[in-house]
């Protein structure tokens, strides 16, 4: 597609739940960013895929969270047993690849809601 | 460790008036440095970005950023802001040895008809 594209657009669950977000970059981006953001803050970065290689996982908050990128396109991030602090819009973010002058694109996010 | 400081939360502005968002980082090597802007119910999208070169950039719509490397600072500018301003504004910096970006809390523009 065009751009970055997220699903679903908002996810209410309840505490205690698993859920799966996913993600589908832009054709042909290497790397694949997942962020998240919650009310009033800036970016919190979670998790980085590069092509083939092992990902960086040093953003992820608890060992709830947990993503996979199946055939270096789509990915899924996915928080078991969600928590109401779990309530944030996850963001997706694609670059074409990493290097020194590297931009990322962002999908629309899938706020998630944890009751 | 790194960060990134916007100064102002909320800022509200008539239209034509002049607006500048002020983003300060910490960190003493190369960067890269980025706007971000998402306007309501729209997704972050690119504003404009520096990698090196001309410390003056200019992005979409009419605005600019000015990189002063002595003053860790690159703070975005429009001369004559419209209500279709409105949105929320993102400073991020990556070092360029490495890709994480780190964000600045953002700034909520309202600009009133």
């Known amino acids: 597609g065009a751009g970055v594209s997220q699903s679903p657009s908002n996810k209410v669950t309840e505490k205690g739940k698993d859920v799966e977000l996913r993600c589908d970059p832009i054709s042909g981006h290497t790397a694949l960013y997942w962020y998240r953001q919650s009310l009033g803050q800036g970016l919190e970065f979670l998790i980085y895929?590069?092509?083939?290689?092992?990902?960086?996982k040093s953003g992820l908050p608890s060992d709830r969270f947990s993503a996979e990128r199946t055939g270096g396109s789509v990915s899924t991030l996915t928080i078991q047993r969600t928590q109401q602090e779990d309530s944030a819009v996850y963001l997706c973010a694609s670059s074409l690849q990493p290097g020194l002058e590297e931009t990322q694109y962002f999908g629309p996010g899938t706020r998630l809601l944890v009751l | 460790a790194q960060s990134v400081s916007q100064h102002n939360h909320h800022v509200i502005l008539s239209e034509a008036a002049s607006l500048e968002l002020g983003c300060n980082y910490s960190y003493g090597g190369t960067v890269n440095l980025f706007w971000y802007v998402q306007y309501p119910g729209q997704h972050l999208q690119l504003l404009l970005k520096?990698?090196?070169?001309d410390p003056l950039v200019k992005g979409i719509k009419g605005f600019e950023a000015e990189f002063i490397k002595s003053k860790f600072s690159f703070n975005l500018r429009k001369p004559s802001v419209q209500w279709s301003d409105t949105a929320e504004y993102f400073c991020?910096?990556?070092?360029?040895?490495?890709?994480?970006?780190?964000w600045g809390a953002g700034t909520k523009l309202i600009i009133k008809p």
């Open positions: 895929f590069q092509g083939n290689s092992a990902p960086d």
């Open positions: 520096y990698f090196s070169g």
């Open positions: 991020a910096v990556n070092a360029r040895s490495n890709y994480q970006l780190i």
